[in-house]
C-alpha cells in the first residue's frame, strides 16, 4: 500500500506557481521523500528528493514541515509542458540492499493557458 | 532522456505467446529494477537486481515471469504463456550510490498488448 496521500488532480494557470501537496505521516526519521512524474505514455521523471531540509534544484523545491509528515512539491513557474501526473513517494526498503518504490495513483496536475 | 533504454517499445501477441522483454540501464549502475503498470495505475514493483543477483521478487511476479541480468549489465524479462491481464506496461529502472538516498533513473517502458 502507498504510503502517502495526495490529491487526485489539480489545476495551475500557466506561468503561476504550482504547489502540490502529500502526506506521509507514517515516514520513519530516516526515509526520504521522492517526487517523480509522469507525462502520458512515459517513463516516470525523477524530479528531488529531501530528507528534513528543503531543497532546490532546476526543476522543482520541496518544501517538508518539520514534523516531516507532510511536503509540498513547488513547481515556481508552471508550464504547459509540465502536465503530467505526480507522484510522491517514500521508499521500501527491499532485502539485501535496494529500495522499492512504492507509486500510489498521484496527482495529475493540468496547467492551462 | 534518462540513459536507460527498453526494446521494444510496443509489443503485441496472442494470448499463449511469450514474450521478453530488454532493459539496458546507465552503464555505471549496479541496480537495476523491473516495475509494471496497468491503465490508470501507479508503477508497482516486480523485481530487483544488484549486478547479476536477483535478490527480490514481488508477489506479483508469478512463475510465469522470468527475469535474468546474466552479466550485471542488461537485464531481460520473459513472460511465458501470456494472458490478456498481462496487458501492461513494463518499466525498467536503474540506480547506483548509497541505498539510503538512491535515485532511481526510468526507461521509457515496453507496452504490451495481449489480445
Known amino acids: 500500500d502507498a504510503k502517502t496521500t495526495q490529491p487526485t488532480s489539480m489545476d495551475c494557470a500557466e506561468g503561476r506557481a504550482a504547489n502540490l501537496p502529500c502526506n506521509h505521516s507514517t515516514i520513519s526519521g530516516n526515509e526520504y521523500v521522492y517526487w517523480y512524474r509522469q507525462i502520458h505514455s512515459q517513463g516516470p521523471q525523477y524530479i528531488i528528493h529531501g530528507l528534513k531540509n528543503n531543497e532546490t534544484n532546476e526543476m522543482a523545491s520541496l518544501i517538508i514541515t518539520e514534523d516531516r509528515k507532510s511536503s509540498t512539491l513547488i513547481l515556481p513557474h508552471a508550464t504547459l509542458r509540465d502536465t503530467a501526473v505526480y507522484y510522491c513517494?517514500?521508499?521500501?526498503?527491499?532485502?539485501?540492499?535496494?529500495?522499492?518504490?512504492?507509486f500510489g495513483k498521484g496527482t495529475t496536475l493540468s496547467v492551462s493557458s | 532522456d534518462t540513459g536507460v533504454s527498453q526494446d521494444p517499445r510496443h509489443k503485441i501477441t496472442k494470448r499463449g505467446q511469450n514474450v521478453t522483454f530488454r532493459c539496458d540501464p546507465i552503464s555505471e549502475h549496479n541496480r537495476l529494477y523491473w516495475y509494471r503498470q496497468t491503465l490508470g495505475q501507479g508503477p508497482e514493483f516486480l523485481t530487483y537486481?544488484?549486478?547479476?543477483?536477483?535478490?527480490?521478487k514481488s508477489r506479483l511476479l508469478s512463475d510465469r515471469f522470468s527475469a535474468e541480468r546474466p552479466k550485471g549489465s542488461f537485464s531481460t524479462l520473459e513472460i511465458q504463456r501470456t494472458e490478456q491481464g498481462d496487458s501492461a506496461m513494463y518499466l525498467c529502472a536503474s540506480s547506483a550510490g548509497r541505498t539510503s538516498q538512491e535515485t532511481q533513473y526510468f526507461g521509457p517502458g515496453t507496452r504490451l498488448l495481449v489480445l
Open positions: 537486481f544488484q549486478n547479476e543477483a536477483q535478490l527480490e
Open positions: 513517494i517514500v521508499r521500501v526498503a527491499l532485502n539485501q540492499a535496494g529500495t522499492a518504490l512504492i
